[in-house]
């Protein structure tokens, strides 16, 4: 029998947190395992109600709380909302892994259940409940599922009413306890409250979706983002949060997958060159798949032996002729914009974010014993930002968004 432990969480006004199992002490953070997480979020988008929305209005709305997340929290963590899942609630624990992989090349995935539930509970009371599991002798997560409580409560895919909670906003302050954030009640000690709120993470204020009273709030605000980077550390993304130029959800799906595959790996000056692909794959064919796209990242491992900077050239000169390549590479695809189709716009947007991420994964690791110069690094991102919002223009102008 496997050696498990977990804690729950009831979110929603006045509401208590149980801990079942294992003391939750102030040393004893739960976070999710690496230094590039990502968890796979499975979602069964029945019995939400009516007021929410159809199953693809759901997913959509429980993946733009994700997104929100990542966009506002500029920490390397990230969800994806890829595989639904047919049957409601979660499995059992004996799908729960606590021994490595036997392949020490083979990452383990990462998975959290989002599910709704009609019928009355009395364990889940509240707007919706987290369970979070790890295994004996580890503060590592090893699963998450949320249970939203629509038996008491009617959810909408808009904003919040006097008879109806948000469901992006409710889904907001659960995920943040998936990712290892708490808040604290009316009523604790200050010495208890430390225990229950993560590292770096103070008693949210009531303009944080981690205040444990709040209402129709889906942007998590300065506490909540000192709390996930104190988690998971900062990753200094080239993008802003909000406006025309914000990330998609479209950027963060392929974004996400980016990260998982080639996070830590990105610390050479080949590596360098790997950006650049991100643009040169923008011209090709549009990558949908989880499994395009990993297929792309390996070929740019396999050819990363000989892509170096050539290192008889002064470094002046290098940053010379990578400047002019990039001025005409960046040059010749704006031409083309107004001629390519839609899907192969929306592929190019999503690609060139990607870059741009590589791009901040390589500054977060150019760390080592032989760092990339700065110069080429600012060429790329240039490049890679002004193609980038070239294409959104571009997409724009015949309306579309994504």
């Known amino acids: 029998m496997k050696a498990l432990k977990y804690l729950k969480i009831i979110a929603g006004a006045g509401i208590s947190l149980f801990l079942m199992n294992f003391a939750f002490l102030s040393e004893d953070k739960l976070r999710w395992e690496g230094s590039l997480p990502r968890v796979e979020v499975k979602v069964h988008p029945g019995n939400f109600g009516p007021d929410a929305g159809d199953a693809t209005q759901i997913i959509a709305t429980l993946r733009g709380a994700g997104l929100s997340w990542f966009k506002s929290a500029s920490s390397p963590f990230s969800f994806s909302f890829e595989n639904n899942r047919e049957t409601a609630g979660a499995p059992g624990m004996d799908t729960i892994e606590c021994a490595p992989p036997t392949d020490p090349m083979k990452k383990k995935l990462s998975v959290a259940y989002l599910y709704a539930e009609t019928r009355p509970d009395p364990d889940c009371t509240g707007e919706s409940c987290v369970f979070i599991w790890s295994c004996t002798g580890s503060q590592k997560i090893a699963r998450a599922d949320v249970q939203f409580n629509s038996y008491d409560n009617r959810f909408t895919s808009g904003s919040a009413s006097a008879n109806h909670l948000s469901l992006k906003s409710s889904a907001v302050h659960a995920l943040g306890h998936v990712l290892g954030l708490d808040h604290c009640d009316s009523g604790d000690t200050p010495e208890y409250c430390a225990t229950r709120l993560g590292d770096g993470q103070v008693n949210p204020n009531s303009t944080a979706v ?32 909000e406006g025309r130029y914000a990330l998609s959800s479209g950027d963060v799906r392929d974004i996400s997958f980016v990260i998982w595959e080639m996070g830590t790996r990105l610390k050479t000056k080949a590596d360098w060159h790997r950006i650049n692909s991100g643009a040169n794959r923008a011209v090709m064919t549009p990558q949908r798949t989880k499994e395009e796209i990993q297929d792309a990242v390996q070929k740019d491992l396999e050819n990363q032996t000989t892509t170096a900077v050539d290192e008889r050239k002064p470094l002046a000169k290098v940053i010379e002729q990578e400047n002019k390549r990039a001025q005409a590479f960046s040059s010749s695809l704006k031409s083309r914009l107004p001629h390519l189709p839609i899907d192969t716009l929306r592929a190019m947007r999503h690609n060139l974010s990607s870059g741009l991420v590589v791009y901040s994964l390589t500054v977060k690791n150019n760390d080592g014993a032989d760092p990339i110069p700065n110069e080429l690094l600012e060429i790329s991102k240039s490049t890679l930002t002004d193609l980038r919002k070239a294409v959104i223009d571009e997409l724009k102008s015949r309306g579309f968004s994504e």
Do not use: I
């Not at 998590?220 to 949060?241: I, K, N, R």
């Open 210 to 241: 981690m205040h444990a009273v709040r209402r129709d709030r889906s942007v998590p605000a300065e506490d909540d983002v000192l709390g996930v980077q104190a988690l998971y550390g900062v990753l200094d993304l080239p993008f802003p949060t």
